[in-house]
T-cell receptor, first 113, second 112 residues
Framework: GEDVEQSLFLSVREGDSSVINCTYTDSSSTYLYWYKQEPGAGLQLLTYIFSNMDMKQDQRLTVLLNKKDKHLSLRIADTQTGDSAIYFCAESPYGGSQGNLIFGKGTKLSVKP | DGGITQSPKYLFRKEGQNVTLSCEQNLNHDAMYWYRQDPGQGLRLIYYSQIVNDFQKGDIAEGYSVSREKKESFPLTVTSAQKNPTAFYLC???????????FGPGTRLTVT
């Protein structure tokens, strides 16, 4: 079945870059997503990448996709204390035909001043 | 403002009672989803609906029921058959032509 794996914790200093990694198993996944969740809140869609792309950049966020290794990463440049949150990687199984997403358990990013 | 609303934000119930969680969207999205989140866990799919009057079970549908009588509404009922109902429940929606799935603010249900 589908599975998405992430490391659970990451700690960085303010101003450094953060890299959050994710591996997935469904080779038919059409889109891969990164969501951010602040305490007690819903999930905020940060960015997503189509499976035929290698990289996508959006302001401070860079997504890298290695489809051969089924590895996805999210790089946050110049990390700020406001970036402290849980970051979820998600894949769209079945080629996205059903619309539901499979989520990893989330990586808790702590940014120290 | 367009978006997804879930109410209430916090809900408390006694064991053995059914409870219904509200999810409304004014984004004109076709598909709607219910996920459950437990501490330290990712989201798990309970039910989803791609069109009005139709819905499918997700990975953990036992003890839950839904309806989709209107495009903008997708209420979730947590029944007394659900063994561990205490959790954070998130509703999401997607436009038919899009792969962007948006989430509501969530409802935290506590059953004692």
């Amino acid at each position: 079945g589908e599975d998405v794996e992430q490391s659970l914790f990451l700690s960085v200093r303010e101003g450094d870059s953060s890299v959050i990694n994710c591996t997935y198993t469904d080779s038919s996944s059409t889109y891969l997503y990164w969501y951010k969740q602040e305490p007690g809140a819903g999930l905020q869609l940060l960015t997503y990448i189509f499976s035929n792309m290698d990289m996508k950049q959006d302001q401070r966020l860079t997504v890298l996709l290695n489809k051969k290794d089924k590895h996805l990463s999210l790089r946050i440049a110049d990390t700020q204390t406001g970036d402290s949150a849980i970051y979820f990687c998600a894949e769209s199984p079945y080629g996205g035909s059903q619309g539901n997403l499979i989520f990893g358990k989330g990586t808790k990013l702590s940014v120290k001043p | 403002d367009g978006g997804i609303t879930q109410s209430p934000k916090y809900l408390f119930r006694k064991e053995g009672q059914n409870v219904t969680l509200s999810c409304e969207q004014n984004l004109n999205h076709d598909a709607m989803y219910w996920y459950r989140q437990d501490p330290g866990q990712g989201l798990r799919l309970i039910y989803y609906s791609q069109i009005v009057n139709d819905f499918q079970k997700g990975d953990i549908a036992e003890g839950y029921s839904v309806s989709r009588e209107k495009k903008e509404s997708f209420p979730l009922t947590v029944t007394s058959a659900q063994k561990n109902p205490t959790a954070f429940y998130l509703c999401a929606s997607t436009a038919g032509s899009s792969y962007e799935q948006y989430f509501g603010p969530g409802t935290r249900l506590t059953v004692t």
